[in-house]
């Protein structure tokens, strides 16, 4: 495996990251749904609602299935986020556009920073911190010191070989 300090593969286009975005909104919900169904079928069949709508206190089991399907719900997207790059470095989404989250020196981005990746992305702004950079690095990119680069190109500079076919020095 390639390893150097000095990796400088270019960033993803702002398109290949917006389509990557755009896909792993519309996959998180369509998740999301489904985590909604089976949660929703869970509840149902766990709560006596309709001794509930007469008037009687909600049961412990109401109240803590209520909380665990919030819980659940609000945790998703960044479950999603934080498996899907920690595992493979790609969500469905970069999968899709061809690209690849990997480390500032070249390698497989860890768990670790795709946490901290996750994380960032709920500081105010956060999205717009890369349309007016050169770089095209985002704020939850920079913090963590990952790159969002193309998959092939990635895999050739492990192989040692740049866009000529020529060996990396």
């Known amino acids: 495996m390639h390893k ?6 270019p960033s993803a286009s702002l ?9 792993d909104v519309v996959v998180m919900y369509a998740l999301w749904f489904a985590a909604i169904a089976v949660l929703g079928g869970i509840f149902f069949a766990t709560n006596d ?9 909600p049961s412990d089991t109401f109240i803590v299935s209520m909380l665990l399907g919030y819980l ?7 479950a999603y986020l934080c498996v899907m790059e920690g595992l493979k470095g790609q969500t469905i989404g ?8 990997v480390t500032t020196d070249g390698q497989q981005i860890t768990m ?17 911190s890369g349309l007016f ?12 010191d ?12 492990l192989d040692g070989e740049n866009e000529f076919g020529d060996e990396f020095e």
């Open 4 to 9: 150097d300090s000095d990796f400088s593969l």
């Open 15 to 23: 398109g290949k990251r917006f389509l990557t975005y755009i896909i």
């Open 49 to 57: 609602l309709a001794s509930i709508e007469a008037g009687a206190a």
């Open 72 to 78: 659940v719900l609000a945790l998703f997207p960044f």
């Open 94 to 101: 970069k999968m899709a556009a061809g690209t690849i989250v």
């Open 112 to 128: 670790g920073k795709a946490i901290v990746r996750t994380l960032c992305r709920i500081i105010p702004f956060e999205v717009f």
């Open 133 to 144: 950079r050169d770089s095209r690095v985002f704020w939850h990119d920079s913090i963590a």
């Open 146 to 157: 990952t790159r969002v680069v193309m998959k092939d190109d990635w895999l050739a500079y």
